[in-house]
């Protein structure tokens, strides 16, 4: 079967819900009295999205944008294009970027900028994963769930070739 080529369990369901209740307490007690948008990037910020949500005691609402990936390949094309893009309006809005993963940081730096042109009061960054031997672009996470070796990363909304986002841990495809 197809899974053959998935590795071990990096990092488990339990873990990954346990580090979204630090980080869903951390984001209540740094925007108190405030409201906050999260916004999730699709596909692979799915599962992680649910569970930063959940534990964020705040006056909060919920978007989603889209951004091209790798595809069928392992290495960023090192071009961002909107596949789509908010429904809301963020101006005057305390923004959270909700994503997967951080590797070259591509991806990250031009939807920050992206966002911060909308007049948001302040624009941040939740990833799940962050893998820094992949940095390209100098930026950082202000909410990060766990680092990772320079592996390519699989399950809990991560893909490869779209495959591989229903696993419930965190795995590694092996080459
Ligand atoms: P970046 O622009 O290079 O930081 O890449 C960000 C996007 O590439 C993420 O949102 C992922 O969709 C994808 N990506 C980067 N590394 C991995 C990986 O190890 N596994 C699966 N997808 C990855
Ligand atoms: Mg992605």
Redesign the pocket.
Known sequence: MARDVVGEIMITQEQIQQRAKEIGRQITADFQGEEIVLIG?LR?AVLWMGDIMKNVDLDMTIDFMAVS??GAS?K?SGV?KIIKDLDSDIEDKHVIIV??????????NYLKHYLENRNTKSVRICTLLD?PS?RKVDIQADYSGFQVED????GYG???DQKYRNLPYISFLKD
């Not at 994503?99 to 990250?108: A, F, N, P, R």
């Not at 592996?151 to 699989?154: A, G, N, Q």
């Open positions: 990037i692979g990936s790798y392992t960023s961002v994503e997967d993963i951080v590797d070259s940081g591509t991806t990250l893998k992949g592996l390519f990363i699989v991560l893909d490869y």
